[in-house]
């Protein structure tokens, strides 16, 4: 008779472990968020992102067509940048 153990905690790291590598696959698949990304991003609404970000001189931004685009890793990087500035 084969009896077998399973650590639960070992298995559940390794799905979590999973869970990330395929969300950071994910994350290089875009190259450019729209407002509706950068909202889901941010976790904020598009008028707080107005009104704290947004026109910053520096936060990376495109009108194409009548929509905003924002380089995906640009917009990452200013963001962790501008978080770590103005967090009191």
């Known amino acids: 008779?084969?009896?077998?153990?399973?650590?639960?905690?070992?298995?559940e790291k390794l799905y979590v472990e999973r869970i990330e590598d395929h969300i950071k696959?994910?994350?290089?698949?875009?190259?450019?968020?729209d407002s509706k990304e950068l909202r889901r991003r941010t976790n904020l609404s598009w008028n707080?992102?107005?009104?704290?970000f947004f026109w910053h001189k520096d936060f990376p931004k495109v009108k194409l067509s009548g929509k905003w685009l924002f380089h995906a890793k640009k917009a990452?990087?200013?963001l962790n940048k501008w978080f770590e500035e103005n967090r009191s």
């Open 1 to 11: 008779m084969i009896k077998v153990e399973i650590d639960e905690k070992v298995i």
């Open 48 to 52: 707080t992102i107005q009104d704290t």
């Open 76 to 78: 990452e990087d200013f």
């Open 25 to 33: 696959e994910l994350d290089k698949e875009l190259i450019f968020w």
